[in-house]
């Protein structure tokens, strides 16, 4: 919020309507049961025709709004008003310089006029000849220098001063039907009754928040009922107010009827310092889902006018802490305590679980995705181990059948000419030399021209295969030796 931006202080109709012997006669207040969710603070008051002012109050500002219920059709739908710094009205008759004016529309609950004012130092309004309305609160837009001590500033939820994260969606220019009960009247009126503004920012996705930064030492949320009543529904909410955090529920048997000016929460007491609030949206369930539906805040500031405001900033944290508290701006002062709760009237209040410093709701959501996702890393890598594993243990035994002991391969005698093949041996050689082939006559025919055509050999000794020179000294060695050719004299 900057320092250029309207302010307005809210006025409900109790304060401007002091009962009393002597003016009891000109009014007939009307206080709301918990469940009503038709007025501001659950009162109005509904003027009776006088022959002077039927309201008259004094005020510093620029501006001022008048919030109620017109009349239904068939009554009046004018009155008059005047709005100066110098005519006091009396009770003969309104002053020279009323004006007349039209109420919004017949049985409209919402904002039916405003007045601007030339003085923003000292302001009498005059309402005259406005039977039949029934006024719920008045908002003054007050100047920089306006005293703010003691007053409630009401911030509509299009204000920069509240920051919306996540899916929100602003809904405008629409009423919801209510009956009320006016005093005078016979029968139930059907109001087509307005937010404040005539705006709403509603939602209802997980996680989604809403922050509103104030230096005060009170806060309301003021909101719509969740849901149509006529189905079951439960909306949970949490609030953090400077880190001390309170889950709040409603359900449809809060409420008598679908309406306006539902307190959502409510923190009295503070400390007189600046202040974050954050309200975020923990689940909605029901046939008809409910959504958060949020209209505007009011809060007591701690500065005396609007030129001293501090500036402020409702940022959301980008990486909130877990049970810690932010040290700018602690919940309760010296002597003071702090009060957080949900505003319910009726005994069927909304179940509240008391404040805490937990985990904010969408820190556990990333950690339980991030927890999961570990959980699965390490199930994939423990089973392509064990895949591993098991194909490296298949191969070793596959290995295994196939290791080769030391071996001889007996060379294969492959003849060259048409003769009947000779069979021959190898006969071991003495000494530490290798094998030498000793052929056997089987037949009295000639030897066949023949070639050694060996294979491959796994082991040959020590000292392989024999030369031909080793051969030859061999065979000289032997008695009788027979003749034979030898491989390297083949196809001479």
């Known amino acids: 919020m900057t320092s250029l931006e309207p302010m ?23 206080i709301l049961d918990g469940k009503d969710t038709l007025s501001y603070n659950q009162s109005f008051t509904t003027l009776s025709y006088t022959r002077g002012c039927d309201l008259a109050f004094a005020f510093d500002g620029v501006a001022v709004s008048l919030f109620g219920i017109a009349p239904d059709k068939g009554s009046n739908q004018t009155f008059l008003v005047s709005l100066s710094s110098t005519d006091i009205p009396t009770a003969g008759s309104p002053p020279s310089t009323s004006q007349m004016r ?30 039949g309305f029934s006024l719920d609160y008045a908002l003054i837009k007050v100047s920089p220098n306006t005293i703010l001590t003691g007053k409630t500033i009401l911030v509509d939820n299009t204000s920069p001063q509240l920051s919306w994260e996540g899916s929100w969606i602003s809904q405008n220019n629409f009423t919801l039907p209510i009956p009320v009960q006016v005093p005078g009247q016979k029968t139930t009126l059907t109001a087509e009754m307005a937010p404040h503004g005539n705006t709403t920012h509603e939602n209802q996705q997980i996680g989604d928040a809403f922050v509103f930064a ?30 001390t955090e309170q889950f709040v529920n409603l359900t449809n048997e809060m409420f008598a009827f679908e309406g306006f000016h539902v307190s959502y929460f409510r923190a009295t007491d503070l400390a007189q310092t600046n202040h974050t609030l954050i309200g975020r949206v923990v689940h909605a369930d029901g046939s008809v889902v409910p959504r958060a539906r949020l209209d505007y805040v009011t809060y007591q500031p ?35 305590s702090s009060t957080l709760s949900l505003v319910s009237q009726s005994s069927a209040a909304a179940t509240i679980v008391p404040a805490s410093k937990s985990t904010p709701s969408r820190t556990i959501v990333g950690t339980a995705v991030a927890g999961t996702t570990a959980l699965l890393l390490l199930v994939c890598i423990v089973y392509f181990w064990v895949r591993r594993w098991l194909r490296r243990r298949e191969i070793t035994a596959k290995n295994s059948c196939k290791l080769v002991e030391p071996y001889l391969t007996t060379p294969t005698l492959q003849y060259t000419d048409d ?3 000779r069979g021959r041996t190898l006969k071991r050689a003495e000494g530490p030399t290798a094998w ?9 025919e000639p030897i066949a021209r023949w070639r050694v055509q060996q294979t491959s050999l796994a082991s040959a000794g020590p000292h392989g295969w024999m030369s031909d020179a080793e051969l030859a000294d061999l065979r000289g060695s032997e008695t009788s030796p027979p003749t034979y050719h030898s491989p390297g004299s083949v196809g001479g």
């Open 8 to 30: 307005t202080v809210v006025f409900d109709d109790i304060s401007l309507f002091p009962l009393s012997e002597s003016t009891q006669h000109l009014y007939t207040r009307t």
């Open 102 to 131: 039209n109420y919004h529309a017949p049985a409209y609950g919402g904002l039916q006029t405003m007045i601007p004012s030339t003085d923003p130092q000292f302001n009498m309004l005059c309402l005259a000849e406005a039977s």
């Open 214 to 243: 104030f230096t005060g030492t009170s806060v309301v949320v003021h909101g719509l009922t969740p849901a149509p009543i006529g189905q079951p529904f439960n909306l949970g909410l949490s609030f953090s107010l400077d880190g």
């Open 302 to 336: 701690s500065f005396s006018t609007q030129a001293n405001m501090p500036i402020l900033s409702p940022v959301l944290p980008t990486d909130p802490q877990p049970g810690s508290s932010t040290s700018s701006g602690a919940l309760s002062s010296a002597g003071a």
């Open 419 to 421: 003769d009947q093949p």
């Open 436 to 444: 030498a082939p000793t052929p056997q006559i089987s037949s009295p």
